[in-house]
């Protein structure tokens, strides 16, 4: 089984703070995804890598947000500054190496709840 | 473009009645796979299945059956026998081959309540 570990697990914040979060991979990967989803916008992607390269970020909502690959094993997603709007439930998902595009379900992290006041 | 549809946002049963989650997709893609996703209370997001373009079989699954028809561009979702542990968020999705990576379009998925 694909496996995906995200941490914190739940996040509160304050206006204007740096967040930081966390995923990491437990199994091989070719592609690392990170979603939000909200309840009036459903799941949205917001980045996803290649072999720890990003190859579209046209997701990322604004330069707040950033994202990075340093290793096959472990992946950020940081807001800077946070804003209220920001608040929604973060996930990290993978899809298997070694199958070929299009045809990989992705297996998704339990997600990161963040609470942005 | 591609795009998925889920006409339900919201669907009530009582147990045990059988209940069909639709799902339409548009993609200019021959060559495409679609997937569903089951969403409980505790907000993790479970694969369910996948299905090839080119295979339109039906498949069965325990109390789970999915109806692939081509030619209305439906993947339909149907529970049998619903139980209250059943009660979840499906979300309906779409892959295209011709896309570089494994980009999900997802639907706005479908909110199943089954009482007791």
């Known amino acids: 089984d694909a496996g995906v570990i995200q941490s914190p697990r739940h996040e509160v914040t304050e206006m204007g703070q740096e967040v930081t979060l966390r995923c990491k991979p437990i199994s091989g990967h070719d592609y690392l995804f990170w979603y939000r989803q909200t309840m009036m916008r459903g799941l949205e992607l917001l980045i996803y890598f290649n072999n720890n390269v990003p190859i579209d970020d046209s997701g990322m909502p604004e330069d707040r947000f950033s994202a990075k690959m340093p290793n096959a094993s472990f992946s950020t997603l940081k807001i800077q500054p946070s804003e209220p709007r920001d608040s929604a439930v973060y996930f990290c998902?993978?899809?298997?190496?070694?199958?070929?595009?299009?045809?990989?379900?992705?297996?998704f992290g339990p997600g990161t709840r963040l609470t942005v006041l | 473009a591609q795009k998925v549809t889920q006409a339900q946002t919201e669907i009530s049963v009582v147990e045990k009645e059988d209940v069909t989650l639709d799902c339409v997709y548009e993609t200019r893609d021959t060559t495409y796979y679609l997937f569903w996703y089951k969403q409980p209370p505790s907000g993790e997001l479970v694969f369910l299945i996948r299905?090839?373009?080119?295979?339109?079989q039906n498949e069965i699954s325990g109390r789970y059956s999915w109806n692939f028809q081509k030619s209305t561009s439906s993947f339909n979702f149907t529970i049998t026998a619903s139980q209250v542990v059943d009660s979840a968020v499906y979300f309906c999705a779409l892959s295209e081959a011709r896309r570089a990576g494994n980009m999900l379009t997802f639907g706005g998925g479908t909110r199943l309540m089954v009482k007791p």
């Open positions: 998902a993978i899809t298997p190496a070694g199958l070929s595009s299009g045809r990989n379900e992705q297996f």
């Open positions: 299905r090839n373009s080119f295979d339109e």
